[in-house]
């Protein structure tokens, strides 16, 4: 049975330590230290498809990574908190924590492969077309081990993501370890019937410096739920749908109201923009008078939200 023992590996790229992460860590006072800490983790998971546990043996995840690796439980600390800031830790479970860098680069293979892999090794000049079945017989088992590999790779994917995700790009992209708190999605408001967003994201539309205020962004909202009404379009994020078209749409609107409005006035004689004229708040046409200068500058947003909505 000894015999069929299997044995693991971690390769590394020829690139690693050129890698942007790795020279920022190696960066830091005690850098190497660090370094190393992160390759034994990595050594660490090689039995588990990358996967860390943390058992509760020690009061924390940290802690007990020190015991398992004779490093100091500070080191340890500062290692975990550098890799979570650069999403090259994952937390798969309560208890389970995943290198995405190290599943890529685990090989394994038995004691068995192993002999014959450096067995072919060592007959390279032998090549798979020529016609002596031995040579074919390498060959086909040459390919068999490759083909296990991939399948070892394969099965590493299934265990931790779903199909989609078994890429490099998703490892990298997986919910990284954070308290409760941040794991926390920031839920979204119902602004209206079709419009939700955050409560952030709301309260920097108010803050752009192209609406300046809330009954702005009302009416920007406005704009986008009637349009998402009518036509059943749909966004990912709606906050990025106000900053890409409904804000200059909104200030369209705003312009040609306010031009209705200037004509009104001057049929009528009444109106709100007539004491805003009276007042030299605005011209004739709606601009907006600069004291100190005397010059004119368009102020269409601003006035707007003085006057009523119809």
């Not at 004291?291 to 003085?306: A, D, L, Y």
Request: a neutral charge; one cysteine or more.
């Amino acid at each position: 049975m000894s015999g069929n023992k299997k044995i693991y590996w971690l390769k590394l790229k020829d690139d690693f330590f050129k890698q942007k992460e790795m020279k920022k860590l190696r960066k830091i006072a005690g850098g190497d230290a660090y370094t190393i800490i992160y390759l034994k983790m990595m050594l660490l998971s090689v039995k588990s498809e990358g996967k860390i546990y943390f058992e509760g043996l020690e009061d924390s995840f940290a802690e007990e990574l020190a015991l398992e690796l004779d490093e100091e439980a500070e080191n340890v600390s500062v290692v975990l908190k550098f890799l979570e800031k650069h999403k090259m830790i994952a937390q798969g479970g309560t208890d389970e924590y995943l290198l995405p860098e190290a599943v890529m680069a685990i090989g394994s293979e038995t004691k068995g492969a192993e002999r014959v892999r450096r067995f072919l090794e060592n007959k390279k000049a032998l090549h798979c077309n020529t016609g002596v079945t031995d040579v074919k017989r390498l060959c086909n088992t040459e390919i068999d081990i490759e083909k296990e590999k991939e399948k070892d790779t394969a099965r590493v994917c299934e265990a931790t993501f779903t199909d989609d995700q078994c890429t490099t790009s998703a490892l990298n992209t997986v919910k990284p370890m954070t308290s409760k708190a941040k794991k926390q999605v920031a839920k979204k408001i119902q602004y209206a019937e079709f419009v939700a967003m955050t409560n952030d994201e709301y309260q920097s539309l108010i803050a752009n410096e192209r609406l300046g205020s809330e009954e702005a962004v009302k009416g920007c909202i406005e704009i986008l739920d009637n349009y998402k009404g009518s036509s059943g379009k749909k966004y990912a994020s709606d906050y990025r749908a106000i900053l890409n078209w409904v804000i200059p749409r909104y200030e369209e609107e705003c312009s040609k109201q306010l031009a209705k409005d200037a004509k009104e006035t001057k049929a009528s004689g009444t109106g709100p923009l007539v004491q805003m004229i009276k007042d030299g708040v605005v011209d004739g046409y709606g601009k907006k008078i600069t004291e100190q200068t005397g010059s004119e500058e368009e102020s269409i947003v601003g006035i707007m939200s003085q006057i009523p909505r119809v």
